[in-house]
Structure formats: C-alpha cells, structure tokens
C-alpha cells in the first residue's frame, strides 16, 4: 500500500509534467551519432580534439571513446556536440597559461576575477551539446603548472584576502540556444561547473557533479540571464550552490528543476545576483541530503531585484542546518537596489532533521511573501521570522530518517 508521501509524489509528478515553467516541452535527450572517434593518447590532446570538433558535420558528435584526453580550453562549434563515453575521462590540464585572456592574471588574485577562458565554452551557438556518461575532470585541486598551490587554495586565499581569484569555469554557455548537456558526470571544476549567460533553451539532465565540499565558488549549475531552462535527474553534490538561478545582467526566467538530488553544497538557491529578477521557477521532487542550505533566496541592496513565480513542491529535506532561507539582505551589503521576494510558494516540503528556518525581510512594507501549504518539520526546529508575510502553517512532527528516491530518479 502506498504511504501518503508516496502518493504525493506520483501526483506531483503528473502534475509537473503539464506546469513545468520551462515554455518548451522537454522530453529526454537522445546521443546524436558521431562524426569521428578519438582514442586518447599520452600528450596534450587540446589540438586534435578542437580539429575534430571544428571540422564534425552539423548535427554529430566527436566521441572520446577510451582513455584519459588531457586538454587545455576547448570551443563547441554551433550545432556539433562532444560525446565523453563510459571509458573516458576529459582531463582539464591546469596550467593557467593556456586559459589566460591575454593580461596574464589567469591564476592569480585581483580585484576583478575575470582572467581566464572557460576550459568547455559554447558561445553563439544552436543545438550542440556534452553528452555521454564519461567523466570531465576540471582538476581544481592539482597543483597548477608553475604555482605552488591549486586552483582551489588560490580561491581560499581569495576570501582571506577580500579579492577575487582568476579561475576558469569548466562549462561556459553565452548567448545560445537550445543547448543539451546529457549524463555526463563533471568533477573537481576549479570555478563553476556550468554556467549560461544569455542563453534560451538549455536542457541539463541526467548529469552528475561531483566535487570536494572545501573548494570554493565550485557552483554546480548557475542559470544567469537566460530562459526556458529544464535541469532534470541530476545528482550534485559540490562545494557551492549546488544550483543557484541568478540574473546580474538580464532576467532569468521559466526555469524548471524536477526530479533531482543534491548531497553537500549550499543547496538550492535563487540570487544573490538578481538584479534583473528572477521569475516563474519551479522545483519539483528535490531531495536534499547534507547542503549546508536546503532551499534558499538570498540578495541585499547592493544586488537586488525581484524574485516572483516560485514553487517548491514534494522536496524532501534531511541533515540540513537551514532548511528554508529567505533572506533579503544576505551579508549586510548596503546599495541603491531594492530586492523583492513576492509569491513564493511552498507545497508538500517534509524536513526530517532539525534546523533553522529564516525568513528576513527588509521592511514591514517590503516584507517576504510566502505561502506554506502542508509543510512538516520536526520538533525542536527554529523559526525565525521578521519584515514577513506568512500565509499558511507548517505541522511538527515530520518522521523518517531518509527520503528514499522521491527526487533523484
């Protein structure tokens, strides 16, 4: 017989697949065949694979077939894809001089932190893609080539210092559309692990990201100003926001997360960067294990926008200190912006572990707006709770010690 959580799940289900916020339908993404097959070789393999790539028919894939391939930064052309299969492993080789734009700050600290290539970029392009279930390795915690530290002690170093590290992302997607990354597992990235930036269409499912919960900025996927966005049966567990939407120079809009799990980061979240607002964003059947944050919106005046068209429904929450936080003036960052979070909804959310729940709002007349239906905690949570306007109610006594398969599947 069903318990009552379980079929929940199965109607939320079938409910997500009709109000999904991503605008176009989103079905699960197929391999497209190969143009050439690579085997890996013991050298710097950056030329070979970026010669088949420019040279793959429109529609194809160069497949890494076997073998560790160590490169420097690589660019997908428009319409083609990179195919990584089971046995093999794409190394990013972490010499900063091969990333660096030109003014040789890549892999050093200054007050910009925008020094380096990505290691994978895809820019201006339509319809290509990283598929397959081999491994992209983006080596954030190797010794970089003629530095006595790692990408990631560099980072570390960067916040003792209150400056910015120069550091590749490792998946970089500008102004594209309809861009698919499909079962690839991605780990140790130095910076983010996937970001888009003014990008319409991107599909991200069933990707795993695996990173070491002490390396810093290690985002796992950062939609930031792009739209019709669909991340889906994905399992990420890293140093930083395990997703976060955020909206620094466009808005960032009819986003859809179903059926994922995240282990350690920071969890789900929305901003701090939302200048230009973020909108109609659902998450569907998520289950959190270990993110320091379950689910999360975060801005201040200095990086504020409006956030609007959020529900959470049948996320399952356990062994996080902060199960749900809201918070609009995040780190105390004065400015001239004003951030707005307005109908954020909250459907079925049952938290197994004690935690901390915040709801910091600005101002009794620019409070939180939020609406809690059938929202079960346990004992001995803390709620606190100022400048917000809570509809609904949350019942103690959630039970359980895990939460099984309802999100990853």
Same mark, same amino acid.
């Given at each position: 017989m069903?318990?009552?959580?379980?079929?929940?799940?199965?109607?939320?289900?079938?409910?997500?697949v009709s109000?999904?916020?991503d605008?176009r339908?989103?079905?699960?993404?197929k391999?497209p065949?190969s143009c050439?097959?690579l085997?890996?070789?013991?050298?710097?393999?950056?030329?070979?694979?970026?010669n088949?790539?420019?040279?793959?028919?429109?529609?194809?894939?160069?497949?890494?077939?076997?073998?560790?391939?160590?490169?420097?930064?690589?660019t997908?052309?428009?319409?083609v894809?990179?195919l990584?299969n089971?046995?093999a492993?794409?190394?990013?080789i972490?010499n900063?001089?091969l990333?660096d734009?030109?003014k040789?700050?890549c892999?050093?600290?200054d @007050?910009?932190?925008?020094g380096c290539k990505?290691f994978?970029?895809i820019?201006?392009?339509?319809g290509?893609?990283?598929?397959?279930k081999g491994?992209i390795?983006?080596?954030?915690?190797?010794?970089?080539?003629?530095?006595?530290e790692?990408?990631w002690?560099?980072?570390?170093?960067?916040k003792a210092?209150?400056n910015?590290?120069? @550091?590749p992302?490792?998946?970089q997607?500008n102004?594209?559309?309809?861009?698919t990354?499909?079962?690839?597992?991605?780990?140790n990235?130095?910076?983010?692990h996937?970001y888009?930036s003014?990008?319409?269409g991107?599909?991200?499912?069933?990707?795993?990201?695996?990173?070491?919960?002490?390396?810093r @900025?290690?985002?796992g996927?950062?939609?930031?100003?792009?739209? %019709?966005?669909?991340?889906?049966?994905?399992?990420?567990?890293?140093g930083d926001?395990n997703v976060?939407?955020k909206?620094?120079?466009r808005?960032?809009? +009819?986003?859809?997360?179903l059926?994922?799990h995240?282990?350690r980061?920071?969890?789900?979240?929305?901003?701090?960067?939302?200048?230009?607002?973020?909108?109609?964003v659902?998450v569907?059947n998520l289950?959190?294990?270990?993110p %320091?944050y379950?689910l999360r919106i975060?801005? @201040?005046?200095y990086r504020?926008?409006v956030?609007?068209g959020?529900?959470?429904?049948?996320v399952c929450?356990?062994?996080?200190?902060n199960p749900?936080?809201m918070?609009?003036n995040?780190?105390?960052?004065?400015?001239k912006?004003?951030?707005?979070?307005?109908n954020?909804?909250?459907?079925?959310i049952?938290?197994l572990t004690?935690g901390?729940?915040?709801?910091?709002?600005l101002?009794?007349?620019n409070?939180i707006?939020?609406t809690?239906?059938?929202?079960?905690v346990v004992k001995?949570?803390?709620?606190?709770?100022? +400048?917000?306007?809570?509809?609904g109610t949350?019942e103690?006594?959630?039970?359980g010690?895990?939460c099984? %398969?309802?999100?990853?599947?």
């Amino acid at each position: 017989m069903l318990g009552r959580w379980s079929i929940l799940c199965v109607a939320v289900v079938l409910l997500h697949v009709s109000s999904a916020r991503d605008l176009r339908t989103v079905t699960e993404p197929k391999i497209p065949q190969s143009c050439t097959v690579l085997k890996a070789t013991s050298g710097d393999e950056t030329t070979t694979i970026q010669n088949a790539l420019d040279k793959c028919a429109k529609g194809k894939a160069v497949e890494l077939s076997s073998g560790t391939f160590s490169s420097g930064p690589l660019t997908v052309p428009s319409g083609v894809s990179l195919l990584v299969n089971s046995g093999a492993t794409l190394k990013a080789i972490p010499n900063p001089a091969l990333y660096d734009e030109g003014k040789k700050t890549c892999g050093t600290l200054d @007050n910009y932190g925008v020094g380096c290539k990505p290691f994978i970029t895809i820019r201006g392009a339509t319809g290509s893609g990283i598929y397959g279930k081999g491994t992209i390795d983006g080596q954030g915690g190797e010794t970089m080539t003629g530095k006595s530290e790692s990408w990631w002690k560099l980072a570390r170093r960067a916040k003792a210092k209150n400056n910015f590290q120069n @550091n590749p992302k490792m998946i970089q997607v500008n102004d594209s559309s309809d861009i698919t990354l499909y079962q690839i597992t991605l780990k140790n990235g130095p910076y983010y692990h996937v970001y888009s930036s003014n990008t319409y269409g991107l599909t991200i499912w069933g990707i795993t990201i695996d990173t070491s919960p002490s390396s810093r @900025n290690t985002d796992g996927v950062d939609p930031m100003g792009s739209q %019709n966005i669909t991340i889906a049966h994905c399992n990420i567990s890293t140093g930083d926001d395990n997703v976060a939407n955020k909206a620094m120079d466009r808005p960032t809009a +009819h986003v859809s997360i179903l059926n994922n799990h995240f282990g350690r980061g920071h969890g789900m979240s929305i901003g701090s960067e939302i200048m230009y607002g973020v909108s109609d964003v659902t998450v569907s059947n998520l289950t959190l294990d270990g993110p %320091n944050y379950g689910l999360r919106i975060k801005s @201040n005046r200095y990086r504020g926008g409006v956030v609007t068209g959020v529900t959470y429904t049948n996320v399952c929450i356990t062994n996080v200190k902060n199960p749900i936080f809201m918070d609009m003036n995040y780190e105390r960052r004065t400015g001239k912006l004003t951030p707005s979070f307005q109908n954020i909804t909250f459907n079925n959310i049952k938290v197994l572990t004690e935690g901390d729940y915040t709801f910091n709002g600005l101002s009794d007349s620019n409070p939180i707006e939020v609406t809690l239906n059938d929202v079960h905690v346990v004992k001995n949570s803390k709620w606190v709770s100022s +400048h917000a306007k809570i509809s609904g109610t949350y019942e103690e006594g959630a039970t359980g010690t895990t939460c099984g %398969n309802a999100g990853y599947q």
